[in-house]
């Protein structure tokens, strides 16, 4: 089965237990305000353009467009690729003895993991098989069906709980938080291991009234706050993108 | 004003005067070799001024700031006419016996030496009662003490070592000695300290302190003793790792060691960590701590590998577990080794460029190996004839201090992973995809690859390269070392010595470089090849994890003069315990795996300004940014200001 990913990142050590492979799946039904990985909201491949890089060589120009296979120096770069769920585990089972040696295994993040229902759940089915501790980064928004049988997959859930208001939650995300919370329970109830996440964006999910709602419903549920990343704009600049938040 | 602020901001170097040039007086004179670097020893001893500064534990700097050469410009020119003259043609990278002169003290040398040996520890002893005088009118009891005692006679105390040390190491200097390396310190030392603990004369923060002014030693003079570059003045130390009996060795003192590296935060003396796979895992996270310092050590080597390679090598069990390192990685053994480790280069580049520039084109990719495999011999059979005659200006205080019983010479190994992925590339597009024919390729990349950049992109970013895991590049990597170690097998030098292969560079990854063209990779003429034993430069690495993959799959046991693979990783990566854990993991990895030597670097603010002016040098640097990491070179200027500016407050 093919998916579509736009990163794969090693040796991550803030993605799960131990030292991880992270595979980021391309596409995001949410569109979060703050989002650092705005690469990953889109589900098509897109063109990325890192400025410092380009020494206006003028290689990349074809029939008056740019093509990125052209650029000498990486400035232009196609981002997304597809990639079968084979070859995404026979990645990760190369390098099984040292996964195992580092006590990690492999995560799922995004844009969110769980877009992609069919192939996430084929190429956790098939790392399980082969005896890898998996792992996902997702913000709950999924298919009840799909998330009971995705994280049946997980030895490990990260999921996202970013605000309580739901007119806010739709405000800032785009999305209903209904659908969200309906499987944060499920996870809750579920007898695996995992834990919740909130990125605290100042003036948004960091209120008094936000976190004091959140513990409220978090209880004595595994909880971890991540403070915020001023530095996402670059690369909404980089894909010719505006950042609401700047 | 603390003494290392005296010495970070050079407030020491007033003192410093210069000394009369001597070559000419001593060929005027028709001095020999040895009578003129004992002569100048003497006269620099004499011009030597003794200084004790303000809290200074251990003393002893040099104040005459010139070390005039022993001969002249023409006679050195002679002299290279009959001779092969190593670098300076003064001897380097050696590791005297330390442990057995600190604990007897230097009259029983005296007593068996011949008078040169003996002229220079006269010099010597004098300048020590100059110095104890010296400490005697400031009121400087603790000092003039130490010096009533050695270094005639042996230490009794870890402060009497230390200082004994510093008079050693300073001596072999001013006998024109370079990059003389300090050794397995936390065992030369562990018995003063553990005696002044147990007579409770010591406790353990005072040890410490003690500790501290003495790696701060190693700074006070070093600007003299300048390599290729600042810094590279070969002062390693080397801990932990099995004692002679195969016992682990790592003891409180070697944690002291890195301890009071990782507080003072100066690049000398240099770390070096021994480490196996019964190494428990607190000590490399011991090593992760000072990794995220920034400083670039320690530098992790594996005893499993080196021991065994050293044995296979011919050295006694007893000596290969006693092994330390030279001034950068290349192996040593303590006192009983004379070898030159770094005496040439074998450019892998540069033969598969002679091959491929041969009459005879290759048909089939095997083939074009075989030709390789037997390039590969022809380059080592000509490195190796060049080693005849060769020549080191004697150096009497230093021989009397070996016992010398190894006299191997070390060839490095450079630009293997650009070797590997030329021929990959190679293999690729000329034999399987037959899409260009050998003939095309080689013209392509003698222009330079003017007119093919959708070709130079496809090389240079898109095949398969060292680094990434692919089986058929590692296997590749696998033969082609196999290959080197071969060619220097059974091969003997002059000195009745062997030849060993390693994957270090040194500074011939620049030179290799510049002697050859462009390279089928992608590598355009002038581009260097990576540093070491690494991946190449435009590699599109996936991260450190294949990295380690690929580069543990060789068998470098056989190469074992040394090299180790680099990687870089953002301070970031070790903000909390549990990173520092998970690092710590990564590297015991790499040991379990078969890895020889590896440098783990923290990089810091500086280091970051750096990557923003010289991108080429940092393309493997990994800064974590949150949810996400990403190579820092690859960001936006803007973005990467961004990364400096928050480095800045998260001091």
């Known amino acids: 089965m093919r998916g579509m990913i736009f990163d794969v990142q090693e040796m991550t050590v803030h993605d799960g237990p131990g030292c991880r492979i992270t595979f980021f799946l391309k596409g995001c039904p949410l569109t979060c305000r703050w989002c650092h990985n705005p690469e990953g909201q889109h589900f098509e491949q897109e063109i990325m353009f890192v400025k410092n890089?380009?020494?206006?060589?003028?290689?990349?120009?074809?029939?008056?467009?740019?093509?990125?296979?052209?650029?000498?120096?990486?400035?232009?770069?196609?981002?997304?690729?597809?990639?079968?769920?084979?070859?995404?585990?026979?990645?990760?089972?190369?390098?099984?003895?040292?996964?195992?040696m580092l006590e990690g295994g492999v995560t799922f993040s995004g844009g969110e993991p769980c877009a992609q229902p069919e192939f996430l759940l084929d190429c956790l089915t098939q790392l399980k098989k082969e005896g890898i501790h998996t792992a996902i980064e997702t913000s709950g928004y999924c298919d009840e069906i799909w998330f009971r049988k995705i994280i049946e997959q997980c030895d490990y859930v990260m999921m996202d709980l970013k605000l309580m208001d739901d007119h806010q939650h739709y405000q800032m995300t785009g999305v209903s938080n209904k659908i969200i919370l309906k499987n944060a329970e499920i996870l809750k109830n579920s007898g695996l291991s995992f834990c919740f996440r909130t990125p605290l964006i100042p003036g948004i999910t960091d209120t008094e009234k936000n976190l004091s709602e959140l513990a409220l419903w978090i209880g004595q549920s595994p909880w971890e706050k991540i403070p915020y990343n001023e530095l996402a704009s670059v690369k909404y600049e980089q894909l010719n993108r505006t950042y609401s938040l700047k | 004003m603390t003494l290392k602020d005296t010495i970070l901001n050079k407030k020491h170097i007033h003192h410093r005067i210069r000394i009369e040039e001597m070559?000419?007086?001593?060929?005027?004179?028709?001095?020999?070799?040895?009578?003129?670097?004992?002569?100048?020893?003497?006269?620099?001893?004499?011009?030597?001024?003794?200084?004790?500064?303000?809290?200074?534990?251990?003393?002893?700097?040099?104040?005459?700031?010139?070390?005039?050469?022993?001969?002249?410009?023409?006679?050195?020119?002679?002299?290279?006419?009959?001779?092969?003259?190593?670098?300076?043609?003064?001897?380097?990278?050696?590791?005297?016996?330390?442990?057995?002169?600190?604990?007897?003290?230097?009259?029983?040398?005296?007593?068996?030496?011949?008078?040169?040996?003996?002229?220079?520890?006269?010099?010597?002893f004098s300048l020590c009662d100059r110095y104890q005088k010296e400490a005697e009118k400031m009121g400087r009891m603790d000092v003039a003490e130490s010096f009533s005692w050695i270094p005639r006679k042996g230490a009794r105390t870890l402060k009497e070592a230390f200082q004994f040390f510093r008079i050693l190491h300073y001596a072999y200097l001013l006998e024109g000695g370079y990059q003389i390396v300090a050794g397995r310190v936390d065992q030369i030392f562990y018995p003063y300290l553990k005696k002044d603990m147990e007579e409770r004369r010591l406790s353990e923060s005072e040890a410490?302190?003690?500790?501290?002014?003495?790696?701060?030693?190693?700074?006070?003079?070093?600007?003299?003793?300048?390599?290729?570059?600042?810094?590279?003045?070969?002062?390693?130390?080397?801990?932990?790792?099995?004692?002679?009996?195969?016992?682990?060795?790592?003891?409180?003192?070697?944690?002291?060691?890195?301890?009071?590296?990782?507080?003072?935060?100066?690049?000398?003396?240099?770390?070096?960590?021994?480490?196996?796979?019964?190494?428990?895992?607190?000590?490399?996270?011991?090593?992760?701590?000072?990794?995220?310092?920034?400083?670039?050590?320690?530098?992790?080597?594996?005893?499993?590998?080196?021991?065994?390679?050293?044995?296979?090598?011919?050295?006694?069990?007893?000596?290969?577990?006693?092994?330390?390192?030279?001034?950068?990685?290349?192996?040593?053994?303590?006192?009983?080794g004379f070898e030159v480790v770094n005496i040439g280069a074998c450019s892998f580049p540069k033969v598969l460029e002679d091959v491929l520039h041969s009459k005879r084109k290759a048909e089939t990719f095997d083939e074009l190996m075989i030709q390789v495999k037997n390039q590969i011999e022809i380059e080592c059979s000509q490195i190796i004839s060049q080693y005849q005659q060769v020549y080191f200006v004697p150096a009497p205080l230093m021989e009397a201090s070996l016992d010398i019983q190894y006299r191997n010479f070390g060839i490095h190994g450079t630009g293997c992973s650009t070797a590997v992925d030329s021929l990959w590339a190679l293999k690729q597009l000329v034999y399987d995809e037959k899409q260009f024919s050998i003939d095309e390729i080689i013209e392509i990349t003698d222009h330079n690859f003017e007119g093919y950049p959708d070709l130079l992109h496809r090389l240079r970013y898109e095949l398969p390269k060292m680094g990434q895991n692919h089986s058929g590049c590692d296997d590749i990597a696998c033969t082609l070392l196999k290959w080197f170690c071969e060619s220097l097998k059974g091969k003997k030098n002059e000195w009745g010595g062997i030849f060993r292969a390693?994957?270090?560079?040194?500074?011939?990854?620049?030179?290799?470089?510049?002697?050859?063209?462009?390279?089928?990779d992608g590598r355009k003429k002038g581009e260097p090849f990576s540093a070491n034993y690494s991946p190449s430069l435009y590699a599109k690495i996936h991260g450190p994890l294949s990295i380690i993959e690929s580069f543990t799959k060789p068998d470098v046991c056989d190469a074992m003069n040394g090299g180790p693979l680099t990687l870089e990783f953002s301070s970031s990566m070790f903000a909390d315990p549990q990173s520092i854990r998970k690092t710590a993991l990564f590297v015991k990895a790499f040991v379990q795996k078969g890895g020889h030597q590896l440098q783990c670097n923290s990089v810091n603010l500086n280091d970051l300004k750096e990557a923003q002016h010289h991108p080429e040098r940092f393309r493997h640097l990994i800064v974590r940014i949150w949810g996400w990491s990403a190579y820092f070179v690859e960001l936006d200027k803007d973005f990467q200001d961004h990364v400096i500016a928050r480095q800045e407050y998260a001091l």
Request: hydrophobic letters at 35%.
């Open chain 2, 208 to 336: 410490l302190e003690l500790v501290k002014d003495f790696f701060l030693s190693f700074n006070i003079d070093s600007d003299f003793y300048d390599g290729v570059q600042q810094g590279d003045n070969g002062q390693s130390v080397v801990l932990g790792g099995v004692d002679k009996s195969g016992k682990e060795s790592f003891n409180l003192l070697s944690k002291l060691c890195l301890q009071a590296s990782k507080e003072n935060r100066l690049i000398d003396p240099k770390i070096n960590l021994r480490v196996s796979k019964e190494t428990p895992l607190e000590i490399y996270e011991l090593g992760s701590y000072l990794t995220k310092e920034g400083l670039g050590f320690p530098q992790y080597l594996n005893d499993d590998v080196i021991i065994e390679g050293l044995i296979k090598k011919g050295y006694a069990l007893e000596d290969a577990r006693d092994y330390a390192v030279a001034a950068c990685w290349e192996i040593i053994i303590p006192k009983k």
């Open chain 2, 502 to 520: 390693g994957t270090g560079t040194a500074m011939f990854y620049l030179d290799h470089a510049n002697e050859i063209g462009a390279s089928c």
């Open chain 1, 53 to 100: 890089r380009c020494t206006h060589c003028g290689s990349c120009v074809q029939n008056g467009k740019r093509n990125p296979e052209l650029c000498p120096t990486g400035a232009l770069k196609t981002c997304g690729q597809q990639i079968t769920s084979e070859e995404l585990v026979q990645r990760a089972v190369k390098m099984k003895s040292t996964l195992e």
């Open chain 2, 23 to 124: 070559a000419e007086d001593f060929k005027r004179r028709h001095l020999s070799d040895r009578e003129r670097v004992v002569e100048r020893f003497e006269r620099m001893c004499e011009k030597e001024k003794p200084v004790i500064l303000d809290d200074q534990q251990i003393v002893m700097m040099r104040t005459v700031e010139n070390l005039p050469d022993c001969f002249t410009a023409e006679e050195w020119d002679e002299n290279r006419r009959h001779h092969y003259v190593h670098e300076t043609g003064y001897v380097s990278n050696l590791l005297p016996d330390y442990e057995s002169l600190i604990h007897d003290g230097l009259l029983p040398l005296y007593q068996k030496s011949d008078v040169y040996v003996q002229r220079e520890l006269d010099a010597l």
